[in-house]
């Protein structure tokens, strides 16, 4: 597992390295962005999802609240962006702590039901205080600065998005093989075991709750800063509804799944824009076809045809 | 004194008592078994003991401290280990990994060391999984030291529960139903295991159907009947007691 794992890192890194030279146009260079931006989020959700077991349906006001004290906190008080992406993780972490415990008492659809619920109300919060946050119309992002320099150019976000990839995968592989990610699959695939063994259930699911939110919030920052602009969307329910799909279709508890799944269906609204109106029903048509073929997810699905170890 | 002493234990689900004044006592170092017809509440007893129930009366001593009441994750970083009799893998990890979840207490657990791969903490985890690997050859699993949980027979995985137990390092092992499933050759295996484990140190307390198995490991039998004590004693005692004949043969035996 050492050694293979560095493998796919290393083609990661190459890739992303090279990409910028084969893009045609800003269009695409664009895209990759976002693509891997997304990634980058989907990852950390996989980690709740996918690895813990455990379903969050209110993931996009988590991203929300970390775009808008992007927004919010440097338009209005003057504060320093890199300052206000702290503070939004910071707040995001207390909001999403405090509401893990209540919430991981429950299981299922109503721990669906609740994450649901989290993320509508964030979405509201954002739509009306609109003194704050322009209401409904959203409101613009100053640009990212941090001693003296200022994240412009496309290609700055690239190299500053591709490296927080290749540092969440190489993170997000470590933790998955450490005592705190066995703890993390262990409660997924028993709880009783896992309390037997002396796992704290609960507080594992409140600390990979906490954590994934965070991450989500850190993420809503960056993207905040790179569109320059930010609208109550990015904290919607069907926002955090396409973050799951994302999770599923790559493949759940699979790293290199989630960048699969985010590259897919960040770029399959794009490839669908040819069939007008109609993008949205083949949209669903596709993500049904994956369910019933590829019931485990894309990267497991294929790892297992090459017979390749799946994470 | 007793390392394990239950006094007029009880617990009440509804109208059901499914456990009445139970009172016995383990020595450290013992095979103790707990015997009864289906239903007589063997498995509730564990529950309450393991904690996973919390007794609606009576008491709980673990070397004479009161320990009723207290959650599975508190009573296993006492020393309490179990197994389950509907298994309780997790079918989402290497077998291996299955084991060395019960290291879970002896472990750095810092989400930050893990994600920056601090070096002790992985000296730390390759030493475990080598311990890991011994402890599965121990229970006879050296044959899937690389395999998924998920593909193991059912056999395989009770052993792979033993061995996830024993990486606790328990003083005490409950051991609910080991033979249950197995055919012959695979419960000689086991009764063989259960006496290697207890040679070791570990006091195991055991609930088996196998009477064969009962009767050729245990020091002290505890035979439950519809929630209550029926006999306790070695297993000459209750091999003999009536009391025990009628429960299990039919009371005209």
């Known amino acids: ?311 | 004194m007793a390392l394990l002493e239950v006094s007029e234990l009880s617990i009440q689900f509804g109208g059901v008592k499914a456990v009445q004044a139970v009172s016995f006592s383990i020595d450290a170092g013992m095979i103790y078994a707990v015997i009864g017809p289906n239903g007589a509440g063997k498995t509730t007893l564990f529950n309450l003991i393991t904690g996973v129930y919390a007794p609606t009366a009576g008491s709980i001593r673990l070397d004479g401290q009161p320990v009723h009441g207290l959650t599975p994750d508190r009573l296993a970083q006492r020393g309490v280990a179990r197994t389950f009799q509907n298994l309780q893998v997790c079918m989402n990890m290497l077998a291996i990994e299955n084991v060395m979840v019960g290291a879970h207490l002896r472990l750095d657990r810092s989400l930050f060391k893990a994600a920056l791969r601090w070096p002790a903490l992985r000296r730390a985890d390759a030493a475990l999984r080598d311990e890991a690997a011994e402890l599965m050859r121990f229970v006879g699993l050296a044959q899937y030291l690389t395999a998924r949980a998920d593909s193991m027979p059912y056999g395989a995985l009770k052993r792979l529960e033993i061995a996830r137990a024993l990486a606790m390092r328990p003083r005490l092992l409950f051991l609910d139903e080991p033979a249950a499933g197995l055919n012959p050759k695979e419960t000689q295996e086991v009764d063989a295991l259960v006496r290697r484990i207890a040679d070791a140190g570990v006091t195991v307390v055991l609930v088996e159907h196998d009477m064969k198995m009962v009767m050729n490991l245990s020091e002290r039998i505890l035979v439950l009947d519809y929630g209550k004590k029926l006999a306790e004693g070695n297993r000459d005692e209750i091999r003999r007691n009536p009391d025990v004949i009628a429960a299990y043969l039919g009371a005209h035996a």
């Open chain 1, 1 to 311: 597992m050492t050694t293979s794992r560095y493998l796919p890192l290393g083609a990661l890194a190459a890739g992303l390295l090279v990409l910028p030279w084969l893009l045609p146009n800003s269009f695409y260079l664009d895209l990759a962005i976002r693509m891997a931006i997304n990634a980058i989020i989907v990852l950390g959700l996989n980690l709740l999802i996918g690895f813990a077991g455990q379903i969050s349906l209110g993931h996009a006001g988590f991203l929300g609240l970390g775009a808008y004290a992007s927004a919010v906190l440097p338009t209005h008080f003057g504060w320093p962006p890199l300052a206000a992406m702290l503070a939004g993780m910071a707040l995001t972490g207390v909001l999403a702590a405090l509401v893990a415990r209540p919430i991981f008492r429950l299981k299922g659809h109503y721990l669906a039901m609740a994450t649901l619920g989290l993320g509508i109300i964030l979405n509201i919060v954002v739509r009306n205080e609109a003194q704050w946050t322009g209401g409904p119309d959203g409101m613009p992002v100053l640009p990212f600065e941090v001693a003296g320099l200022t994240l412009s150019r496309d290609w700055h976000w690239w190299w500053l998005v591709s490296a927080l990839l290749l540092l969440s995968v190489w993170m997000a592989q470590n933790l998955m093989d450490s005592p705190f990610g066995r703890a993390l699959r262990a409660l997924h695939g028993s709880e009783v075991a896992s309390r037997g063994v002396g796992v704290d259930v609960a507080g594992y699911k409140v600390a990979i709750f906490v954590l994934s939110a965070m991450f989500a919030s850190l993420m809503g920052s960056i993207t905040a800063h790179y569109v320059g602009f930010v609208t109550p969307n990015v904290a919607d329910f069907f926002h955090s509804i396409e973050l799951v799909t994302m999770v599923v279709i790559g493949g759940m508890a699979s790293v290199y799944g989630s960048l699969l799944g985010a590259v897919l269906l960040t770029a399959l609204p794009q490839l669908l824009a040819t069939f007008e109106g109609w993008e949205t029903v083949v949209f669903g048509a596709i993500l049904m076809l994956c369910m019933i073929f590829l019931p485990k997810g894309l990267a497991p699905t294929l790892a297992a045809r090459f017979g390749k170890g799946g994470q």
